[in-house]
């Protein structure tokens, strides 16, 4: 073994520990008790699931005290709220995303500055639309709504499905598509025999990175949520307050919170590959 092998080994070694090192620690955290947590120790001297437990319950998780209120709600109804924000929010941009994509791609629609004008909503922080979404959504009585957090995260990840369905779209000869109109197929039949199943791997691999970012959103969901619609990163961020932290629950919380993403990825696997490196290889 060169050095050159060496190297690379080493540099994988360190990148993987650098990955894995948060995600180790979250598991260790969530296995140990309230006198664990500020320890060192990485294997608990004492194993318990009671703070997986206690999420599950309408009740104070270990650790806690009976003023911290807001946390002794189960993370049910937000976890449930999540998965419904977050699954249609990422279905709307994908569909509303691949017909504006399609549309630029192949028939310019709305020009070159239309196209740049969908990056305004992301060239702004976050924190400059709360105060006119609050106003907008009370006037509507939209507030503490499911439709609220999913109309606004569609609009604000739409921008990314435009842009990355279009240069999967891009990547497609249009002379394909022409010889199925010759042919004697439907506009609409193209689409769907051809174009889709073509870029089927893009489709999958940006509805995976859109949901992330639909899932894990905290500020627009702390914002016009209350107690109907809050979701599970807002559940979160209520193990802890002025009495203290839920070192453990928050652990817990955090590590369910990934399962339908490591799902998600795991289920789409073999399209991811295809989808990250479409349009490289002719």
Known sequence: MNYKQTLRYVLL????????????????????????????????????????INLFNSS?????????????????????????IASLSTVF???????????????????TFTLFFTLLTRMLP??????????YYSTFKLMDTHIALILLYTAVTLT??????????DEIPPEWE???LLEGAAPWTVITRVTLPLIRGGILASAL???????????????????????????????ASAVGRMYGSQAACGLIATIPMVILGY??????VTGFTFGRVR
């Open 13 to 52: 070694i360190i990148v993987t520990l650098w990955t894995l090192g948060p995600v180790v620690w979250m598991i260790s955290l969530s296995l140990k008790p309230p006198t664990e947590w500020y320890s060192a120790n990485i294997i608990p001297k004492k194993l318990i699931l009671d703070n997986y």
């Open 60 to 84: 104070v998780p270990i650790g806690g005290t009976y003023f911290m209120t807001s946390i002794a709600e189960a993370i049910t109804v937000p976890y449930i709220n999540s998965l419904i």
């Open 93 to 111: 941009a994908i569909l509303i995303g691949f017909c504006t994509a399609y549309g630029v791609s192949r028939y310019k629609a709305g020009g």
């Open 126 to 135: 976050g924190a400059t639309f709360v105060a006119p979404l609050l106003v």
């Open 160 to 169: 990314y499905a435009i842009w990355i369905l279009k240069g999967y779209i």
């Open 178 to 180: 022409e010889a199925a």
């Open 209 to 239: 990175f859109i949901f992330i970012l639909n899932w894990t959103e905290f500020l627009f969901a702390l914002v016009l949520s209350v107690t109907k619609a809050i979701t599970l990163p807002v559940q979160i961020s209520l193990y």
């Open 267 to 272: 289920t789409i696997q073999r399209y991811l």
